[in-house]
């Protein structure tokens, strides 16, 4: 057995501070704190492989981009490559903006300390930041020493480095400000660090405008944020000239809890925050300073650092630590602007689709499902926001197709397409790209080449001798009554036919010349719309012109099975007369199970059965015949098979427009 069946001797409660009147719980975040970003030191010291001069570089002027104006750069004392370091950045004209500070850290060994300070030389502003463990288990382990003896190293190391610092007039630094931390803050007794910290401000003598940094680390994170905050609050309330200080935060993550302590002992009175991009440092890191900031945002409250693109800081982080941002990080991992399963993304499309219409600009009220913040505001697509697996359902393809070409597909094909796509998903047993996706869609629906059918040529006329209101003497010809006359040559499987139809329209003139070829299909939706033209293949813009997208649903009739066809182009006759050749195609592809129905009619123009039609209608062979009337049109059978108002609708399209 590994685990202590009972760990109570081993590990032991932490003991709570006492403050029944405490104030946090009820405070808020107001305000921005005071950053420090830490990760060329405490994150850097954490690395595997510490950064070389130059990956530090690139880092420090990325994160100067950001807009942070206190930024511990190095510890000096460690070797030539944080000293060389900090030498250049200081001594490189217009490397640090003025109003950068520039921190170093140092333990209290003066040896060290006057390295740290030689570092600086040339710097405009620089905070030099000593440590020095305050718990008890650090001061008996590591070392060897009791609170008197502690308390006068920190004195007399805070005198010293005074006296080599703003005391110093050749010092090389135009403005000095001093940061003492007692390490192990969170492990130590409240009061005694409050004696220690009294001192160390009575040795260094700071000001209202240069406020002394008491930096009160959670080194190793020890019990709930609730008693970090209450520790806070304690050495808040506690110290006294606190217009003199800067009360800072350093929450380590041992607990997995940084982020929350960092806020609540903000509530509880702190100024300041250290950490890092992402959370790198020691163990299981620092607190991760891109999620406070951004927390901070989703708040209403701009954290005065510019994470507008936040994949170009994933970037420069990755490469530098050589540590990966965990994909469901806050905010930056690549997974958490996505949503797989198919509720969310129903819901996340449905909510664009509502902010779309409400006509809202980009800074209007943010109210969408699963998504505490607008991808967009920190540089990420709509497109990386819906993928699709498995889990997946039809809001989020339609979503994708949406995205990719501009189409609306209507309910019916979402689920029918959606079908597709998940037959596609469980079969590589992997997600699938939007572009795979686009390309399924274009395969499916044959955008790029109808497989079987191609229009050679076509005419419609109108055919007056059919006409069900021949004119009356006096009147004029209502032409919405009459009839259209489809005359064209159709390519099917490489060979020429050439076909006639008559039908209220061009679409459905179209239909009954398929039927007179044994190609009885029935309109049962029907749906066009502008789209901006595009290739359809690569997806890309093609100008300024707009092409028509139809979709429509057909029924063989006298079967269950349904196949939809898409049609695109700048003409919206073609575009629905291509969209019922697609279907046409693919209920022909997909007949085996539910075969067609083929009925030759004796007064065709073609007899199929010695036509060049043959190998379609061995295709067809063994298809039981229609019992229905052969010569209805598409509107009566929508009528039959449609709502009435539905039917209505596209009645009046397939009357009115085409
Ligand atoms: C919580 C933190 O992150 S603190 C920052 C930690 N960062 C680093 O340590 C990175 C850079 N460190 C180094 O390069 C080296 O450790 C150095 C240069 C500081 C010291 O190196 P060395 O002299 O070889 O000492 P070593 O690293 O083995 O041990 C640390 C020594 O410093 C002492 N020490 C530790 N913290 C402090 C402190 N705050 N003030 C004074 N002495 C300290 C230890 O007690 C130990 O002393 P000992 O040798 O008398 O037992
Ligand atoms: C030096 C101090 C602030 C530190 O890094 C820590 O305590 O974690």
Same mark, same amino acid.
């Given at each position: 057995?590994?685990?202590?069946k009972?760990?109570?001797k081993?590990?032991?409660?932490f003991?709570?501070l006492?403050i029944?009147?405490r104030?946090?719980?009820?405070?808020?975040?107001?305000?921005v704190?005071?950053?420090l970003?830490?990760?060329?030191?405490?994150?850097?010291?954490?690395?595997?492989?510490p950064?070389?001069g130059?990956?530090?570089?690139?880092?420090?002027?990325?994160?100067?981009?950001?807009?942070?104006?206190?930024?511990?750069?190095?510890?000096?004392?460690?070797g030539d490559?944080?000293?060389?370091?900090?030498?250049k950045?200081?001594?490189?004209?217009g490397a640090v903006p003025?109003?950068?500070?520039?921190?170093?850290?140092?333990?209290?060994?003066?040896?060290?300390i006057?390295r740290?300070?030689?570092?600086?030389?040339?710097?405009?502003k620089?905070?030099l930041h000593?440590?020095l463990?305050?718990s008890?288990?650090?001061?008996r382990?590591?070392?060897?020493?009791?609170?008197e003896?502690?308390?006068?190293?920190a004195?007399?190391?805070?005198?010293y480095?005074r006296?080599?610092?703003?005391?110093?007039? &050749?010092?090389?630094?135009?403005e000095?400000a001093y940061e003492?931390?007692?390490?192990?803050?969170?492990?130590?007794d409240?009061?005694?660090?409050?004696k220690?910290?009294?001192?160390?401000?009575e040795?260094w003598e700071?000001?209202?405008?240069?406020?002394?940094?008491? &930096?009160?680390?959670?080194?190793?994170?020890m019990?709930?944020?609730?008693v970090y905050?209450?520790?806070?609050e304690y050495?808040?309330?506690?110290?006294?000239?606190?217009?003199?200080?800067?009360v800072?935060?350093?929450p380590?993550?041992?607990?997995?809890?940084a982020?929350?302590?960092?806020?609540?002992?903000?509530m509880?009175?702190?100024?300041?925050v250290?950490g890092?991009?992402f959370?790198n440092g020691?163990?299981t890191?620092?607190?991760?300073l891109?999620?406070?900031?951004?927390?901070?945002y989703?708040?209403?409250?701009?954290?005065?650092?510019?994470?507008?693109d936040l994949?170009?800081v994933?970037?420069?982080?990755?490469?530098?630590n050589?540590?990966?941002v965990?994909p469901r990080?806050?905010y930056?991992?690549?997974l958490?602007?996505?949503?797989?399963?198919g509720?969310?993304?129903?819901a996340?499309?449905?909510?664009?689709v509502?902010?779309d219409?409400?006509g809202?600009?980009k800074?209007?009220?943010w109210?969408?499902?699963?998504?505490?913040?607008?991808?967009?505001?920190?540089?990420r697509t709509y497109?990386?926001?819906?993928?699709v697996?498995s889990?997946?359902?039809?809001g989020?393809?339609a979503?994708?197709?949406k995205r990719t070409?501009?189409?609306?597909?209507?309910?019916g094909?979402?689920?029918a397409?959606?079908?597709?796509v998940?037959?596609e998903?469980d079969?590589?047993?992997?997600e699938?790209?939007?572009?795979?996706?686009k390309?399924?869609?274009?395969?499916?629906?044959?955008l790029?080449?109808?497989?079987r059918?191609?229009?050679v040529?076509?005419?419609?006329t109108?055919?007056?001798?059919?006409?069900?209101a021949?004119?009356?003497?006096?009147k004029t010809?209502d032409s919405?009554?009459?009839?259209?006359?489809f005359?064209g040559?159709i390519?099917?499987?490489?060979?020429?036919?050439h076909?006639?139809?008559?039908? &209220?329209?061009?679409l459905?003139a179209?239909a009954?010349?398929l039927?007179?070829m044994?190609i009885?299909l029935d309109i049962?939706?029907?749906?066009?719309?502008?789209i901006?033209?595009?290739?359809?293949v690569?997806g890309?813009?093609k100008?300024r012109?707009?092409?028509?997208?139809?979709?429509?649903e057909?029924t063989a009739?006298?079967?269950?099975?349904?196949?939809?066809g898409?049609?695109i182009h700048?003409?919206?006759?073609l575009?629905?007369?291509?969209?019922l050749?697609g279907?046409?195609?693919?209920f022909?592809?997909?007949r085996?199970s539910?075969?067609v129905?083929?009925?030759?009619?004796?007064?065709?123009?073609?007899?199929?059965t010695?036509?060049p039609?043959?190998?379609l209608?061995?295709?067809?062979n063994?298809?039981?015949?229609?019992?229905?009337?052969?010569?209805?049109?598409?509107?009566?059978?929508?009528?039959?098979k449609?709502?009435k108002s539905?039917?209505?609708?596209v009645r009046?399209?397939?009357?009115?427009?085409?």
């Amino acid at each position: 057995m590994v685990m202590l069946k009972d760990p109570s001797k081993k590990y032991r409660k932490f003991k709570p501070l006492n403050i029944p009147d405490r104030q946090w719980p009820s405070k808020t975040i107001d305000k921005v704190p005071r950053w420090l970003a830490t990760d060329l030191r405490d994150g850097n010291q954490s690395l595997v492989d510490p950064m070389d001069g130059e990956q530090k570089w690139r880092y420090f002027q990325m994160l100067v981009k950001l807009g942070y104006k206190e930024i511990e750069v190095s510890f000096p004392s460690s070797g030539d490559t944080d000293y060389n370091f900090t030498r250049k950045l200081v001594t490189t004209p217009g490397a640090v903006p003025d109003d950068v500070w520039l921190q170093v850290l140092s333990p209290c060994r003066k040896e060290l300390i006057r390295r740290t300070v030689d570092s600086l030389k040339g710097a405009k502003k620089a905070i030099l930041h000593l440590y020095l463990a305050t718990s008890p288990c650090f001061q008996r382990i590591v070392f060897g020493m009791n609170n008197e003896q502690s308390l006068a190293l920190a004195v007399e190391c805070t005198r010293y480095a005074r006296s080599i610092t703003k005391d110093d007039p &050749n010092s090389g630094v135009e403005e000095w400000a001093y940061e003492f931390s007692p390490e192990t803050f969170s492990d130590s007794d409240p009061d005694f660090v409050l004696k220690v910290c009294e001192a160390v401000k009575e040795a260094w003598e700071p000001s209202v405008e240069n406020k002394i940094i008491f &930096n009160l680390p959670a080194t190793v994170e020890m019990s709930t944020p609730n008693v970090y905050a209450d520790q806070i609050e304690y050495f808040c309330r506690n110290i006294s000239e606190r217009e003199k200080i800067a009360v800072s935060l350093h929450p380590h993550n041992d607990r997995g809890c940084a982020v929350a302590a960092a806020e609540l002992a903000q509530m509880a009175g702190a100024d300041r925050v250290e950490g890092t991009l992402f959370g790198n440092g020691e163990r299981t890191g620092n607190v991760d300073l891109v999620t406070l900031a951004l927390n901070l945002y989703t708040q209403g409250i701009h954290p005065q650092i510019d994470f507008s693109d936040l994949n170009s800081v994933i970037e420069v982080v990755e490469k530098s630590n050589k540590i990966p941002v965990h994909p469901r990080a806050p905010y930056g991992g690549q997974l958490v602007v996505c949503a797989f399963s198919g509720s969310h993304q129903d819901a996340i499309k449905k909510g664009f689709v509502a902010r779309d219409a409400g006509g809202n600009a980009k800074e209007d009220p943010w109210e969408m499902p699963y998504l505490p913040l607008d991808p967009e505001d920190i540089g990420r697509t709509y497109e990386a926001i819906i993928r699709v697996n498995s889990q997946s359902g039809k809001g989020g393809v339609a979503w994708i197709i949406k995205r990719t070409l501009e189409l609306d597909l209507p309910r019916g094909l979402q689920v029918a397409f959606s079908k597709i796509v998940q037959r596609e998903t469980d079969m590589l047993g992997r997600e699938l790209q939007a572009n795979e996706i686009k390309d399924l869609f274009v395969d499916a629906y044959h955008l790029n080449r109808n497989p079987r059918f191609s229009l050679v040529d076509y005419s419609i006329t109108t055919d007056r001798s059919v006409s069900p209101a021949p004119p009356v003497a006096g009147k004029t010809v209502d032409s919405r009554n009459l009839r259209r006359l489809f005359t064209g040559v159709i390519e099917i499987d490489g060979k020429e036919h050439h076909v006639t139809g008559v039908g &209220n329209g061009a679409l459905s003139a179209l239909a009954n010349a398929l039927k007179n070829m044994g190609i009885d299909l029935d309109i049962a939706d029907y749906k066009e719309h502008a789209i901006e033209k595009r290739d359809p293949v690569t997806g890309e813009k093609k100008g300024r012109d707009t092409q028509a997208a139809t979709y429509i649903e057909c029924t063989a009739a006298g079967q269950a099975q349904k196949v939809w066809g898409v049609g695109i182009h700048e003409d919206v006759v073609l575009s629905s007369l291509f969209a019922l050749l697609g279907a046409a195609s693919s209920f022909l592809s997909s007949r085996p199970s539910t075969p067609v129905p083929f009925r030759p009619k004796r007064n065709d123009t073609h007899d199929v059965t010695s036509s060049p039609l043959s190998p379609l209608r061995q295709e067809l062979n063994g298809a039981p015949k229609s019992t229905g009337d052969a010569s209805g049109d598409i509107v009566a059978n929508l009528e039959e098979k449609a709502s009435k108002s539905e039917a209505r609708e596209v009645r009046e399209q397939v009357n009115g427009r085409i």
